[in-house]
């Protein structure tokens, strides 16, 4: 039996879980299932980060001591993912005896190898982060390049791992590794990063300035910088130094879930830390998008996070994991509304599964007193929807493999959203007034059939509403990818039940405004629609025109949208930003032609998705006839982010 590893980053106790805690780990937990129901032999890891300047902070300000605060804090982490459904198999603390142990080995070791040397340091620190910085790194001056946030000069003796050493050996590993960083385009960013000298890395931080961590066991007035601690966890929690044959078991197939804000500390420091230490580096390490709100990124400070459990508890548990397994695509950003959220679950789970469960259900009832047909001869309507079922089951497991779990979740929609269309082709309603039970049999049993297939492809999404839905058409237990390939698993004369709405339909509440705001809501509407209405050639006005923002952005990697020949996806520098637009303009760019142009971009533009890919912006471009040419900035190393006007 093959193995399959898979691990979250472990989170910081400073603070309780948010939404993109939550995903992640969702994320992992639903990844697993799936290995799960492929046969493979699956461990999944998951845990708190519980050492290091911001915890010491924390506990500070609540009036603990730092095991105090994690003590609190771990539980608010533990008991959501029970109650968001995550089977994980492991949960680590970095504050547990088993993994000081190891960091402790792993310290000793590169230390005797002179792997870890002693030397001043002089450079800038940023306390949220807990990374240091040298002058090249800072943006506007003194602000950290990750968060934007003040950092502190410190002169000090510290600690460096030979990191350095290493930069050719990685840099050579990530291009000869194409599935080692998903997506592409994060490989060319770490890569990006790797075009400077990479700088030794500071391991320690003295006990003067901060206590609480793993102290160095060849000195005793430092402790262990949090992240090369933390990062530790991913193989002290299956064994390694310990239990040799289980390391190696699940070793061999390791895949981390990131966040892409923590690429460069998985994709430079882990891999460089596991070459010194002996070991090979993970199979992939995926880093995923950011929850937004609008165009921000949710975080604590703008006071715009949004609480897992609020939804969840709103709408359901199983509603919110669909909501954001089928929201976020690989690797990208995605927006957080609750209008999105209300949208996405009328549309796919009210509309489409909940409704053909209804048709099916009730169907059966009436006409085979609750009893599932056998089924006739398959006409030629039947076998087409059995064909889409079973590709979508072939897609789900594709995407699964690739990490890309929106594409197989929307291949699975549309096989529902065939069995209604199939509904309303074969019409069983009309075949029970003629008389003709056995092809409404037939009828209802491939309907039945198709429902049970796709229960078990959403399972692992949603394992309580799907397990409500099997045992609806009478049947229970998991399923196999084997199960679900093959249709006829539904036993005729099985008896069903009758159930209610199983995602009912939602309903946002607006609040009635006053009769004077109503009209005067009315009247700018019209007053709107008018001016877009406005014919070519007519004059705006500087104000107008203000509203638009240009600026220029840096092409950093390109690639084409699936399933399409005219698109292609760009992922852009603006300033200290990065985004990403869909355009049209593959007839007439290849992909490696605009990777380092600087062109310029609408910037100001609501996000939209186009065949599924989220776009924020838009290039501007002259077209005339079969000629097309981007608009640039004829100096290639002119900056990005620089406002147009």
Request: proline fraction near 5%; aromatic fraction near 10%; include cysteine.
């Amino acid at each position: 039996m093959s193995s399959f590893y898979l691990t979250t980053p472990i989170y910081y106790v400073n603070d309780k879980p948010h939404i993109g805690h939550a995903y992640t780990t969702i994320l992992g937990d639903v990844v697993t299932r799936y290995h799960r129901a492929m046969g493979e032999d699956v461990w999944f890891l998951t845990g708190t980060d519980e050492h290091g300047q911001k915890v010491q902070k924390a506990a500070a300000e609540h009036n603990m001591t730092p095991i105090e605060q994690c003590d609190t804090t771990v539980v608010r982490f533990q008991e959501l993912w029970k109650k968001l459904g995550i089977k994980n198999d492991d949960f680590i603390r970095t504050t547990e005896e088993r993994h000081k142990e190891i960091v402790r080995k792993v310290l000793q070791d590169l230390y005797d190898r002179d792997l870890i040397y002693k030397a001043e340091y002089q450079g800038h620190y940023c306390v949220p982060c807990e990374r240091f910085f040298t002058d090249k790194d800072l943006v506007d001056g003194n602000l950290c390049p990750d968060c934007h946030r003040p950092t502190n000069e410190i002169v000090e003796s510290n600690y460096f791992f030979r990191m350095s050493r290493y930069q050719e050996w990685l840099i050579d590993y990530i291009k000869t590794h194409p599935d080692f960083i998903l997506p592409a385009y994060r490989a060319n960013e770490t890569l990006g990063f790797l075009k400077k000298p990479l700088e030794d890395l500071c391991i320690s931080r003295p006990k003067s300035r901060l206590s609480w961590g793993i102290e160095l066991p060849f000195d005793k007035e430092y402790v262990c910088y949090v992240w090369f601690d933390a990062l530790i966890n991913y193989i002290s929690a299956i064994g390694y130094g310990k239990d040799p044959a289980n390391f190696e078991k699940y070793w061999k197939n390791v895949h981390h879930l990131i966040g892409k804000d923590i690429l460069t500390t998985h994709t430079v420091y882990w891999p460089t830390m596991l070459k010194a230490i002996g070991l090979e580096p993970p199979q992939t390490i995926l880093a995923h998008g950011w929850w937004l709100i609008g165009k921000d990124k949710m975080s604590k400070s703008r006071g715009n996070v949004v609480n897992p459990m609020d939804m969840a508890e709103k709408y359901g548990v199983d509603a919110f994991r669909y909501f954001l397994l089928s929201e976020m695509s690989l690797g990208q950003d995605a927006s957080f509304s609750e209008e999105a959220f209300v949208a996405r679950y009328n549309s796919d789970l009210a509309n489409d599964l909940g409704n053909m469960l209804s048709r099916a259900v009730k169907l059966t009832i009436r006409y085979f007193d609750g009893k599932i047909p056998a089924p006739g001869i398959l006409e030629m309507v039947d076998k087409q929807l059995y064909g889409q079922v079973a590709e979508a089951v072939d897609a789900m497991e594709k995407s699964v493999r690739e990490l890309r779990l929106d594409r197989g979740i929307e291949q699975v929609i549309g096989a529902v959203r065939a069995a209604n269309r199939y509904m309303e082709q074969t019409a069983p309603w009309t075949l029970a007034k003629k008389g003709e039970m056995e092809r409404l049999g037939t009828v209802l049993y491939v309907a039945s059939e198709t429902l049970r297939i796709v229960a078990g492809l959403l399972q692992p999404v949603m394992p309580e509403k799907m397990a409500l839905l099997l045992k609806t058409l009478g049947v229970s237990g998991e399923f196999s990818f084997e199960d679900l390939r093959n249709a006829g698993g539904l036993v005729p004369g099985q008896r069903i039940s009758d159930i209610d709405a199983l995602f009912p339909r939602i309903q946002l509440e607006s609040p009635e405004l006053p009769k004077a705001e109503k009209k005067t809501e009315q009247k700018k509407a019209a007053e709107d629609s008018s001016k877009a209405a406005v014919p070519e050639g007519v004059a705006i006005s500087i104000d107008d025109f203000a509203k638009v923002q240009l600026k220029t952005a840096k092409i950093l990697a390109v690639d084409k949208v699936e399933g399409t020949e005219k698109l292609l996806r760009l992922q852009l520098e603006v300033g200290s930003e990065k985004r990403q637009i869909v355009s049209g303009i593959a007839k007439f760019y290849k992909p490696e032609e605009l990777v380092g142009k600087i062109i310029v971009i609408i910037a100001n533009l609501k996000p939209a998705k186009i065949r599924g890919v989220e776009s924020c912006g838009m290039l501007l471009a002259a077209g005339t006839g079969d000629r097309l040419s981007l608009v640039t900035v004829d100096q290639p190393d002119f900056p990005s982010g620089v406002p147009i006007g």
